[in-house]
Every structure is written in structure tokens, then in C-alpha cells.
């Protein structure tokens, strides 16, 4: 059994990506093409003392070579989450992306256009009912009868709008290694967590085949630096803290929640006591109009009615 550092934790995951070899290995069997250069943004990824530890984000800029052997350069966006996120979250970061001019081609047949981004989800959750560990979400160029569209593909413009997506459900992982890339990914499988220590994972490495031992080489090594494994007990420390924070805030919510109820039933009580005088106040007015016009003073509909002169007028006006 190999120990290596659990990459759920930011500082491994950024410790195994700041490996630029060991990052082409990764991003290259996810994309399922050959990534010729790679580069990481600069000052791109999340300061981990920050209380966002969530969600976790780091850019590439790629050179990818197709099955073709044609080469392309593209933004690779990856966001790692171990805990439900809002995808509002998400949306705002790839937006952010969209906006930032330092993305823009530089070459001339299409400068101008932005560079394409493919965004890459790895999620410590469940997404609804997709139960893949790993969906890809590809546009496709279509005509107004629904036939695909292949010359002029991919076009600048549109390839500046739009992008591709990789979604990584590590739930759904779970000792699954039908392929290279789900053999890498066994890296982040939870199942392997020893029992006593959630930041080291416990696994096999007789399955894996050519540069894939590098990856889990890398995280070996993690596991052994005494530095990362004091900032994975931080995460620890942030996230209890966080939890500790939202367990708060739930319950205030509870208890706002249940006095809305009590008001809101009030409320309906009230409209309801309401609706009853109205009512009420139509049979009276009803009843001293009637008793008018059959030729009764105000002073007799008052006595018959045990009220005051005063408050039977206005019944009358």
C-alpha cells in the first residue's frame, strides 16, 4: 500500500499542480489530448487562510495537440470544491475570466477573440442524477435543421463565447479504474481515506501503468512534507470553524423561520377576524336601513339594537 497526501486539501492539490510535468499528465488524460506546454497563471490559485477554503481555483495556458497532431492554445480553468457550492460561485469566477483582457489572442488571424476556455468542476459532492464520475460537456455547431455544421469549425467568435466543460464527481469514483484517466483519478478517490488520519489515502499502486506512478509519486511526497501537512490541519481548523459558523447561522434561520410562522399565522388570524366584522358590519348596515325604511327613527333603531345614536348615522349616510 502506497500513503499519499489526500488532494482533496487545497495545499495538496496546488502541491501536485505546481509539478508542471505531473499537471500535463492530469490535464492531458482529461482532455483526452496531448498538452504540448502548460503553463500556470500567475497568482491565479486561492490563499488558503482565506475563508472561501471551499472552493479552490488555479488557471493554466495550454498548447493542445488534437488527434489531427493540429495544436491549439486554450485557457484551462480548473475549480476544485469539496463542499456543495453555490454555482453562482462558479458562473462569477468564469466570468471574471471572460473580462480579463490578458486573455485575448495575440496572433493575427485572430487577434482580438478571446483565447478558449475549458473549464474543468472537480467536486467532493454529487451532481443531481448523473452518476459518471467524469462528464464532458461539448459544443457542437449546428444549421437551422439541426444538421452539424463542419466547415469553418471551430470559429474564433464563437469559440470566444462559448466553452467546454469537465465535470469530475469524486463520490462516484469509488475504486473505478476502467480507463488511464479514472486510474489517475483513483488519487482522489475518498474510499482509500485511512480511518485515522483524513489527509492520507492508502492505496495500490499495482494497477497503475507508465507516467500514472508519477502522479502518485508526487503525492507521496506530499504526504512526507511536514509543511503541507501542517496546512492541511489549517484547512481542518478553517473548515471546523466554518462549519461551526453556518451550524450557527442555520439555527438562527430556524428560529427566524419559526417566528415568521407564528406571524404569518397571526396574521391569517387577524385577516380572518377582519373579514368577520366586515361582515358583520354589512348584516348591521343591512339590518338599520331596513328598519329606516319601515319608518323607525334613529333613536328607536338605537334603543332596538341596544347602540348608541352616534354609531347607528353612519349606517345611514
Keep these: 500500500m502506497l500513503l499519499i497526501a489526500n488532494p482533496i486539501y487545497d495545499s495538496v492539490f496546488k502541491f501536485l499542480m505546481e509539478d508542471n510535468r505531473v499537471a500535463k499528465i492530469l490535464l492531458s488524460a482529461l482532455l483526452k489530448q496531448e498538452i504540448t506546454e502548460l503553463e500556470m497563471r500567475r497568482n491565479e490559485y486561492t490563499n488558503m487562510q482565506q475563508t472561501r477554503i471551499s472552493l479552490f481555483r488555479i488557471d493554466f495556458s495550454a498548447k ?11 485557457l484551462i480553468e480548473i475549480q476544485k470544491t469539496w463542499l456543495i457550492t453555490e454555482t453562482l460561485r462558479f458562473r462569477q469566477y468564469l466570468g471574471v475570466q471572460y473580462l480579463d483582457k490578458e486573455n485575448l489572442r495575440e496572433d493575427d488571424s485572430s487577434k482580438g477573440f478571446g483565447l478558449p476556455i475549458i473549464s474543468i468542476y472537480l467536486l467532493g459532492h454529487k451532481v443531481g442524477d448523473l452518476r459518471e464520475p467524469v462528464v464532458y460537456v461539448r459544443r457542437h455547431y449546428f444549421d437551422y435543421d ?55 489515502l492508502g492505496v495500490s499502486d499495482t494497477h497503475l501503468q507508465g507516467d500514472e506512478h508519477l502522479v502518485f509519486n508526487r503525492l507521496a511526497q506530499a504526504a512526507a512534507t511536514p509543511e503541507i501537512r501542517r496546512d492541511m490541519e489549517v484547512e481542518d ?48 348596515s343591512a339590518t338599520i336601513r331596513s328598519l329606516h325604511e319601515r319608518g323607525m327613527s334613529v333613536r328607536e333603531i338605537a334603543d332596538l339594537l341596544s347602540m348608541e345614536e352616534g354609531n347607528v348615522r353612519p349606517f345611514l349616510e
Design 64 to 74: 493542445v495537440r488534437d488527434a489531427s497532431g493540429a495544436e491549439r492554445l486554450v
Design 146 to 200: 439541426d444538421c452539424r455544421i463542419e466547415e469553418g469549425v471551430p470559429d474564433p467568435f464563437i469559440e470566444s463565447l462559448t466553452h467546454d466543460s469537465i465535470i469530475v464527481q469524486i463520490p462516484y469514483l469509488k475504486g473505478q479504474a476502467r480507463n488511464h484517466l479514472e486510474r489517475i483519478l483513483s488519487a482522489f478517490d475518498q474510499e482509500y481515506r485511512i480511518p485515522t488520519d483524513d489527509h492520507l
Design 237 to 284: 481548523e478553517i473548515l471546523s470553524e466554518i462549519e461551526r459558523r453556518d451550524t450557527v447561522i442555520m439555527a438562527k434561520d430556524h428560529e427566524i423561520e419559526q417566528r415568521d410562522k407564528v406571524i404569518e399565522q397571526k396574521d391569517k388570524e387577524l385577516e380572518r377576524q377582519a373579514r368577520e366584522i366586515e361582515q358583520q358590519n354589512k348584516a348591521l
